[in-house]
């Protein structure tokens, strides 16, 4: 069964940094593309950045290029989100997902989410 | 690529026909996606590339389209269909959510 359990949500002031992880299980990690995507309280969905099964392609959403830098540890079957110079704008829950890239690049599974809440 | 939805909210009864569009701003081929959400979970997808579905979903879900202008039908609407849906485009990064489409009960 294919499990993306997220932690490293939680409280952090505006120009803050804070760490996300994703931990993977029940699927061949290093062979899927993973992404994180968001949802502010109460509204739509946003991807947030993206990376290749071998770490070798990271693609951002403009708002958090330069802040935020996704990362990916095979041998641990563990994705990332570091999260740097943080916003009010990105008060958040942050969902991991798996990508199935086969032309066309689908979110196939995705976890429960970790909230983090950007506030003084 | 910018997507729209709509509508943004739909009031249908069970057993009701419902259609949503998703309009990209530039041709995206089949590079379209829909995701359902229920209020507290995490979304789930329903078709890939525009019409295939994804496995263990129901066959009254279907998805048609090409280029810029695309639609979720659902066939019979039942009760746990009541949900958030959304679209999403896959054809260039950054990739890009549609607005969301909440089907309420009428």
């Known amino acids: 069964e294919v499990q993306l359990v997220e932690s490293g949500g939680g409280l952090v002031q505006p120009g803050g940094s804070l760490r996300l992880s994703c931990a993977a299980s029940?699927?061949?990690?290093?062979?899927?593309?993973m992404s994180w995507v968001r949802q502010a309280p109460g509204k739509g969905l946003e991807w947030v950045a993206q990376i290749k099964h071998d770490g070798s392609e990271k693609n951002y959403e403009d708002t958090v290029k330069g802040r935020f830098t996704i990362s990916r540890d095979n041998a641990k079957n563990s994705l990332y989100l570091q999260m740097n110079s943080l916003r009010a704008e990105d008060t958040a829950l942050y969902y991991c997902v798996r990508d199935k890239v086969v032309g066309a690049t689908y979110f196939d599974f995705w976890g429960q989410g970790t909230l983090v809440t950007v506030s003084s | 690529i910018q997507v729209t939805q709509s509508p943004s909210s739909l009031s249908a009864s069970v057993g009701d026909r419902v259609t949503i569009t998703c309009r990209a701003s530039q041709s995206i081929s089949n590079y379209l996606n829909w995701y359902q959400q229920k209020p507290g979970k995490a979304p789930k997808l329903l078709i890939y590339?525009?019409?295939s579905l994804q496995s263990g979903v129901p066959s009254r879900f279907r998805g048609s389209g090409s280029g810029t202008d695309f639609t979720l039908t659902i066939s019979s609407l039942l009760p746990e269909d009541f949900a958030t849906y959304y679209c999403?485009?896959?054809?260039?990064?950054?990739?890009?959510f549609g607005g969301g489409t909440k089907v309420e009960i009428k």
């Open positions: 029940g699927f061949t990690f290093n062979t899927y593309w």
């Open positions: 590339a525009a019409s």
């Open positions: 999403q485009q896959s054809y260039r990064a950054p990739l890009t």
